[in-house]
């Protein structure tokens, strides 16, 4: 090796020995000619001649001494370097077009990167699963706690299992009271994901038992904005709704803790009200035991299941368990498919910038094609030739990664901010990593050599003859102009892909977001009311300061009504409950299930639902009256097909206050039907139909509260006063979360708001690509064929039939890239399928509109630079011959 | 009178190293007396292409077969003459070798050919 490097540091000093020692040959072999009489001139030709190509032989030397290509490297770079300094123009605008393709197909690969195809943040994330209970339907349902319990005492599978429940604490002791959000584990919680705390430590085993559980875990993000950031922080105590709690520990920096819904951790203590096995509450989430497979673990949960299922068929007959890799949980379906597609899309905007550049080239490789003509006959041969050019282009491609990258960075900074929060799974760390860089580095070079092989290729063809000939009045060569053809085609084909892509997103996404949510959303706030479970001892305190919270919010100028609901309208339910209606034949572990709102009587008229059938819930539905009930239409529909709902009674079992357990079994009479509000949030879609009882808070108390506000003015001018109107009651109320409806709607469907702008972003690039593409090749061409047009012109053609005669021939090629792109779009946009509304993959008018756009902007892109032949001079041009 | 360049015979693949180690067998030479002596020593039926002479020459040189000094020739123009080294004698004898072995194979197949 060090031997190797002495000779390439000599290489100078060898290069003039060897010009030294031909030089001598050459002498030597002409004075053998003088000595036999020859004049000295002609005999050192002569020497000369019978030597051969000097040049080529000396490549031939040097390709005998190591490193040769090094040596070409750099000289290639140097002949690189010169050539791009000569063509500023050329050299900027293919570094921002790849800088462009690159950078985004870089943004779009972070998110990829780190989402899909990351393993988990943890020390063995293939072992970790989510477990959770298995409806008849075969859907995953939540555990009650007895089948958890069972589970954990069963298996043999699991490492470690812990339950999550999540849960809203207020804390008090500084400033105003605050709504936090919290997870309350099981003690195994963090030994499952094989976490430790970064200060402190986590729960120890028994310290999710009742008594033991008055201990909690900060995320480093609060321990910062919360605590200060306080080292000293263990140990001290802070107050959650009411009780004492112990700081034990604080968890990593930039973790996916400081991503996640919760910012705190708190053991999960069954008490004894939690017993159940028909109030389903809790997720899970395991480790298998080292050696254990994830089929073995769910045949164990299977028979386990079963065991319970026969055992307690009154609340288990049919039901299982599903065991599922935790990724699959973390990352849904729809965002996987979502990335993948944004990333195919990416790659091809990129590749038509490549195939731009790939033209650009090309046509400056025909203004080169003189100098390379040369060159050939000088000796270089192909193989020399093609990789000088190359270097050239991957030179670029270099130039354009590094801008690229830099681009990127931004690109993938703005994205994550205007990203919608909980978008992305929080285990997810979005960053330019060195796997991007290397990723982003690789692409350009692929595009550097993609973009420069054709024109090297073909700009290197040994046609000597007619390049030397023709050159400077050249009509074009055939086979430059058949690779400009393939990429126009080839152009077009992606750009319609992309196009019908987007036009189909967009048009599913116009119909998601005009659906009719069922509510009036103009003017409507709403707030939640986190209730610390402490404070009230009864349901009747409870109802008494709903109801007072209710007035005095009433009371308030500009609000025109006002409502206790347990969710506001589009963020899913607080409950769901299997019922029964009265009289018909019963299955109890194969009840239907509806959703199950608990509103103030005012909710309907609040939020603008329109009463179908009989009357509305009003104040008169207390706790000691009749339980009566509200059904929505669809409820009206599916389950009472042809009869009169009204008066019919549907058995529920009671949630029992202040408890996660569901009481026995009473009868709430129907007395209304309302229209269908949209249900949405994180369980379901926004479009389907589900089946909803509504009930007073009078007859269900629950500690899940939320207000909206219908207010005769924009409403978030009314939420201080509001505000101010809930404290006079309550000076501990914390208020949280004030949002109108208008924005909770728009935030129901801003993930595919934000797919549909990103694939419409790059279907626009890509469509400007290709019509700068088309522009520049029938620009090109037109410029190539001036003389052919002037002839024409001489014998009688009228300009227009030249402008024919062009546009023509341009547009024939963008209807075969027309028709090949359709193709690929009717394979590829099936893809696409699950990610559309109410829209079929096929869409007529979707592609009709997206192949009529795409054919109007070619036919423009192609009718300016045509009209330059309309104005060729025939004399002007031929009088040059 | 050397033939015409017709009658001359290229050389063939891989020769040439053997060639020019054994020109160097009897003492130093440099790339045109090298030349020279083949022509002269094939009775003129050998023509040394310099352009692979060239390349041979450095090929031999980087393995230590040969190894070449620039020194004053007789007409005062420093030339660059090659010498061969031990390793290179050796290289000279195992590439002879294969050769007579070759030789006498082709002739056994022509041999053969012809019955």
Redesign the interface.
Known sequence: MLERIKWWLSRRSRESSMQQELEAHIACEAEEQIDRGVDPVTAREAAIKAFGNRAIMMEDARRVWTWAWLGHLTQDLKYALRNLRKSPGFTAVTIATLALGIGATAAIFSFVNAVLLKPLPYPYPERIVSVSEKLPSGSSNFISTLNFLDWGRQNRCFQFLSAIARDKVTLTGSDSPEELNVHRVSASYFKVLGVDAELGRTFAPDEDQVGKDQEVVLSNGIWRSRFGGDPKVIGRKITLDARSYTIIGVLPANSEFDRTWAVMWLPLAFTPANMTRNYHWLYAIASLEPGVTLKQAREQMDAIGARIAALYPDSNKGWGVTVNPYTDEVVQPELRRSLWVLLAAVGAVLLIGCANVANLTLARGMDREHEIAIRSALGARRLRLIPQLLTESIFLGILGGVAGLALGNAFMRGMKVWLPPDMLPPQANVRMDYGVLLFTMVIGILTGILFGLAPALSGTRPDLFRSLKESGRTTAGLTPHRMKTALVVAEVALSFVLLAGAGLLIRSFNRLASLNPGVDTTNVLAMDLPMPRTEFTNSTTLTNYLREVTQKVRSVPGVRDVAITDKPPMEGFANGAPFLIEGREDIPSQRPVSGFKVIGPSYFDTVGMRLLKGRSLDESDVAAAMPVTVINETMAKTYFKGEDPIGKRILIRQLVFGKSARGPEIPWQVVGVVRDEKVGGKVFSLDEDIPVVYVTFYQSPGFSNSLVVRAAMDPLLLSGSIEQAIWKVNNNQAVANIETLGEIESQSVAPARLRTALLAIFAGIALLLAAVGIYGVVSYSVGQRVREMAIRLALGASPGDLLKLVIGKTMLVVLVGLALGGGAALALTRVLASLLYDTSPTDGVTWVVAGALLATVALLACYFPARRVTKVDPLAVLRFE | MPPKPSDRIELLQGTLDLLVLRSLLFGPL???GITKAIQRNSDELLQV????L??AL??LE?KKWISGK?QQSG?D????FYRLTVAGKKQLGIEQNKWEQMAKAIRLVLIREVE
Do not use: A, E, I, V
């Open positions: 440099h790339g045109h292409d310099h352009g692979s060239y390349p450095y090929r980087q620039w007409k123009r420093p030339m660059k």
